[in-house]
């Protein structure tokens, strides 16, 4: 599934191309130009605009809360969805891939170099990830997640 989250959205959009999935963000969009990128690219609106709750639009998620990990939760477990494999850019949208230590050893700062060994860079802009604690924390809490809403549902 791939998406498109309203102005208000930043964060959301950030979490969800970390965890892999196909999100469109701009900060300056006007609902008009959201709704026909939306149509054009068959993508999924998320959206915190009471405005996009009054259309009948029927690919239109309204993310109810302010808080990041319940926005997150809800996307995943609203449209039942899982985890893709692959990561993407947090800030281009573009795929990552996995990349050997020493090709980007003059890329990150010298204490991430010396303590991480899993690298990925992006192949839109170029800008290299590693799974820091922040990133773990988080595709853990989702993966426990939904584990419990699977075995809440049987």
Known sequence: M???????LGRLARWLRLLGFDTLYYPDITDQRLLKLARQE?????????HF?????????????????RQVFQVITDLHLRLPDKSRCANCNGVLETV????IADSVPEY????FTHFQRCQGCGNVYWEGSHYQRLRQKVQEFLKH????EN
């Open 53 to 69: 709750q009054r259309k009948d639009i029927e690919t239109c998620l309204f993310i109810n809360s302010d808080d990041i990990d």
């Open 2 to 8: 791939r998406f498109i989250a309203d102005a208000m």
């Open 149 to 152: 809403s699977a075995r809440s």
């Open 42 to 50: 068959e993508r999924f609106i998320l959206t915190r605009d009471s």
């Open 100 to 103: 050997k230590k020493k090709e």
């Open 112 to 115: 991430v170099y010396l303590n």
